[in-house]
């Protein structure tokens, strides 16, 4: 139990388009779902926490009307990169929180999706 | 703002030998921490989590020792295996976040 799936794996995409990746928890219902970037022999940095229904919470230096975070239901949350630029190429990793956890020690990562913008 | 290291940053081993991994945190109010397993362009996996009440965890080969206090824990892999080649991440739960350092690269050679 307690799978969490990201589509795409991997994609390339052009300067200045636009891409989305989805998170989704297969087999939970997830309250909370974080948003990670880790650039190559990096350690891996929190972008945002989503809750389901509201607006995500952007950590500092992440611009918002960048990164389009969208989490509509309790078992899915989306990320969207917008005019993506190849300083964007990175690693993305979601982590979803079970719905009845009251700590921070049931996040469920996700398997990445890697983006290279050319 | 809580801080994690890791040391050393790569390791080179023979298959078989024991090995330890630090990971070091600046502020000790923790709820737990995390060590995960994360191989070239994968994902991570969760390796053991110890409790911020708990010394230690052990999983098979693999033992976690968290001593709070000094803001210290220490992967230890006993007998090492090629297929123990990965990068090796340390997180810290705060209140609402993980913290996580860069991890250790291993490779273990046959």
């Known amino acids: ?118 | 703002k809580q801080e994690v290291t890791q040391i050393p940053a790569a390791l080179s081993v023979p298959e078989g030998e024991n090995l330890v991994l630090n990971c070091s945190f600046t502020d000790s109010a923790i709820y737990n921490l995390q060590w995960f397993r994360q191989d070239p362009g994968k994902g991570l996996t969760s390796l053991l989590l110890i409790q911020s009440s708990q010394r230690e965890q052990t999983s098979g080969r693999l033992n976690a020792s968290l001593d709070k206090s000094s803001g210290r824990s220490t992967l230890y892999i006993a007998a090492s295996q090629p297929g123990d080649s990965a990068t090796y991440l340390c997180a810290v739960a705060g209140y609402s976040t993980l913290t996580f350092g860069k991890g250790t690269m291993l490779l273990v050679s046959p």
Request: proline share 3%.
């Open chain 1, 1 to 118: 139990g307690a799978v969490v799936s990201q589509h795409p794996s991997w994609v390339i995409c052009k300067s200045g388009t636009s891409v989305k990746i989805e998170c989704r928890s297969l087999d939970f219902q997830a309250t909370t779902m974080f948003w990670y970037r880790q650039f190559p022999k990096q350690s891996l940095m929190l972008m945002a926490t989503s809750n389901e229904g509201s607006k995500a919470t952007y950590e500092q230096g992440v611009e918002k009307d960048k990164f389009l975070i969208n989490h509509a239901s309790l078992t899915l949350s989306t990320l969207t990169v917008t005019s993506a630029h190849p300083e964007d190429s990175s690693f993305y990793i979601c982590s979803a929180e079970s719905r009845l956890a009251s700590s921070t020690d049931t996040q469920y990562f996700g398997p990445g999706t890697r983006l290279t913008v050319l």
